[in-house]
DNA sequence: CTAGGTATTTAGTAATGCTAAGTATACAGC
DNA sequence: GCTGTATACTTAGCATTACTAAATACCTAG
């Protein structure tokens, strides 16, 4: 039952994560797949069609954009995203509003209400 | 464009902070859309609409239970509800989660990678 | 030439918060 | 009495977003 609650969490953090990580660094949708993987034990192990959605959906946001990049070697061709300005400024609106979102929630735990 | 950064992230949250209120004291719709207001600076103004469908949930899970109070002096009948034991072991194991969930996502943020 | 790793795309489903409207009781002010 | 406001619960329908599953395509290794 609490799997279910793991999933819904990641609503809207996954988006901001996703841009947190092309702001570091410019990158590609496979790369990211194993970053979030690899990051975060397991958690963030998405399949490939929860990643590539929240892509399309930054690049029409305008908050990242993309350029292929014909295979070097002669590898399969990547979509190379990087942040805009926009991008950059709302990574960081997106945090605080991740910060006092915490905040907010962890004030319901703390708050010495009746038991 | 964050706004709804902040509605998806309410996503498990506000079903976890129900259960944690009605844990801590058995209550009922209309006070708990009071108290999610009042300790969360209008985060969780939540409409009737959002947080009944919360409680039958719950319910249905088994996490809660309900009774009808046939209301104090001649006020409308009100809906008390109230955590049952499987409720209580959910509400540590949600928490837990909470807390797990928030650390992976900072350490995506703290995490000093490349810029 | 088959298997597996790399890499992207898309269709369809499920969960959950949102808006909006409706029902009903009690009380205060005109 | 009538109207508005506060209390209190219910329901229908929509929007967003993560999930599964499958398809496409290239390259390397055996």
């Given at each position: 039952?609490?799997?279910?609650?793991?999933?819904?969490?990641?609503?809207?953090?996954l988006e901001m994560l996703v841009l947190e990580l092309v702001c570091r660094k410019a990158t590609y949708g496979y790369e990211l797949l194993q970053?979030?993987?690899?990051?975060?034990?397991?958690?963030?192990?998405?399949?490939?069609?929860?990643?590539y959605p929240i892509l399309y959906r930054l690049e029409d946001d305008g908050l990242i954009e993309s350029r292929w990049?014909?295979?070097?070697?002669?590898?399969?061709?990547?979509?190379?995203?990087?942040?805009?300005?926009?991008?950059?400024?709302?990574r960081l609106r997106r945090q605080l509003i991740w910060v006092e979102f915490k905040k907010t929630v962890d004030?319901?735990?703390?708050?010495?209400n009746e038991s």
């Open positions: 039952m609490e799997d279910r609650l793991a999933q819904q969490l990641k609503k809207g953090v970053r979030l993987k690899e990051g975060s034990e397991g958690l963030f192990q998405l399949k490939e069609g929860t990643l990049s014909q295979g070097e070697g002669r590898a399969a061709p990547k979509k190379i995203y990087s942040a805009t300005d926009r991008g950059r400024q709302a004030s319901f735990y703390e708050g010495g």
